[in-house]
């Protein structure tokens, strides 16, 4: 029995990931973190937008990148942390796609080590905008987050439980054509040492001698 990783746990795994980052990748950019209803008006905003509707028309407003803006310390952090967990868990989902594929081949022996430190990171930052973000808003804010908000802090969640599977080492069965059998050299050297065919011989005249004593008889 070969301790090997078990194909279901990588499999599962990876779908867990593959969620994880689409998750990710939508919540972190949509304007729904948060909202409020002031009479016919409401407001809401994430990440990257701030949005309005106000008589029926809804104006956004987008939020640019941590390094073009003279925002507040908290937002930039969390938008750092959500392209970093962006970049970090999509390398990840490549290694491992690419594990699955061509799990025999010499340079993929790596793969699942480096794919759940990818995911484990990538969850934890993603922990990180949640919490960040959370704890330095206003209360206003705090106590009207909407589902773009858990979404997010779902994907997180995912990460670390798919890592946690690609953690997992589980006996599973040795593949016979990966690892074959050694030959015994003995056993080799028996079976090219086989008898070869030997020519027929015809058994001496002893061996009858009834047809001898006919012989005989003719003189």
Excluded at 161 to 169: F, K
Aim: aromatic share 14%; proline share 7%; glycine share 8%.
């Amino acid at each position: 029995m070969e301790r090997r990783k078990h194909k279901g746990l990588a499999v599962v795994g990876f779908l867990f990931s593959l969620t994880a980052f689409v998750a990710h990748g939508l919540a972190s950019y949509l304007p729904y973190w948060y909202g409020q209803s002031v009479g016919d008006d409401s407001y809401y905003g994430g990440l990257w937008q701030i949005c309005s509707k106000r008589s029926g028309k809804v104006t956004c407003t987008k939020i640019t990148s941590p390094w073009e803006d003279d925002k507040k310390w908290y937002v930039r952090t969390c938008q750092g942390l959500a392209m970093g967990a962006s970049l970090l868990t999509f390398i990840g989902v490549i290694i491992l796609i690419v594990k699955l594929c061509k799990g025999k081949e010499p340079g993929c022996t790596s793969a699942y080590p480096v794919s759940r430190v990818l995911f484990f990171i990538g969850g934890l930052m993603i922990f990180g905008v949640t919490g960040v973000w959370s704890a330095y808003q206003i209360e206003l804010i705090k106590e009207n987050k909407m589902f773009a908000y858990w979404i997010e802090w779902s994907a997180g969640v995912l990460f670390i439980v798919s890592a946690i599977l690609l953690a997992i080492r589980k006996y599973a069965p040795s593949d016979p054509y990966r690892n074959p059998a050694p030959v015994n050299p003995t056993t080799q050297i028996h079976l090219n040492m086989a008898p070869a065919a030997q020519p027929y011989m015809p058994p001496p005249v002893q061996a009858y001698p009834y047809m001898a004593n006919q012989g005989f008889a003719r003189y």
